[in-house]
């Protein structure tokens, strides 16, 4: 049950920023729309996935009540992450992935619909890392993804911390989680979805995901060092 919290958790993350991929992979000209609403109830199902990943560490924290388990399951999770974000990297993985799931949920929720699936070659640009935009969304998308996954995962360390303090702790979870949020949907989200419009953004993509490894990788450090 713990393992597979671990694993729901991680997956949300991976279809968060897979999301993106799939948008910039998968173009047809005629169903855009329609298309776009697929990866939307794809991208949803992200929030089914942390609904598992939830109930499973409030009932170690407040009914097990057992502080060793509850730090194993949270670094094995974003042990999890790091590896899932990984294979976004893999281009024919990527493309197979994101196709396989169009297809199913054309089936699904289309009727089969046909969707004639247009692929373009990325434009190579002269993108630098070192460039201040870059930086600066590199430094916005890793500080967004750092408080979404720290209000969450770590909301349940500090519960042994400050047990008295359990609605306290929720509440500033919950605003950070808020100012993660906010900074993906207003900065992040409609800077790669302006460069897909115009058959860019695949470097932008890159970089948000290995922002996001990086925000684990940060956690996991954290986590040792508690």
Do not use: C
């Amino acid at each position: 049950m713990y393992l597979i919290a671990a694993l729901a958790y991680a997956f949300s993350i991976f279809i968060d920023i897979s999301v993106y991929y799939i948008k910039y992979y998968i173009q047809d000209n005629k169903n855009i729309r329609y298309i776009l609403s697929l990866i939307n109830i794809f991208q949803y199902s992200a929030r089914a996935s942390v609904l598992i990943f939830v109930p499973v560490m409030s009932y170690l924290t407040e009914t097990v009540k057992d502080k060793n388990k509850v730090w194993e399951i949270t670094l094995i999770t974003h042990v999890f992450v790091v590896l899932f974000l990984l294979m976004l990297f893999h281009t024919k993985f990527i493309l197979n992935f994101s196709k396989f799931i169009i297809k199913i949920l054309n089936v699904l929720f289309g009727k089969s619909k046909k969707i004639e699936i247009i692929h373009f070659k990325p434009v190579e640009k002269n993108n630098s890392v070192f460039k201040p935009s870059t930086l600066l969304f590199f430094s916005v998308s890793y500080l967004s993804g750092f408080l979404f996954s720290f209000s969450i995962s770590f909301l349940y360390i500090f519960s042994f911390y400050f047990p008295s303090k359990a609605l306290m702790l929720s509440s500033f979870a919950q605003i950070i989680n808020m100012f993660g949020s906010l900074l993906l949907i207003l900065f992040i989200d409609p800077k790669i979805m302006g460069l897909i419009d115009k058959e860019e953004g695949l470097f932008e993509i890159k970089l948000f995901t290995i922002s996001r490894i990086l925000v684990h990788i940060s956690l996991i450090i954290l986590l040792l060092l508690i």
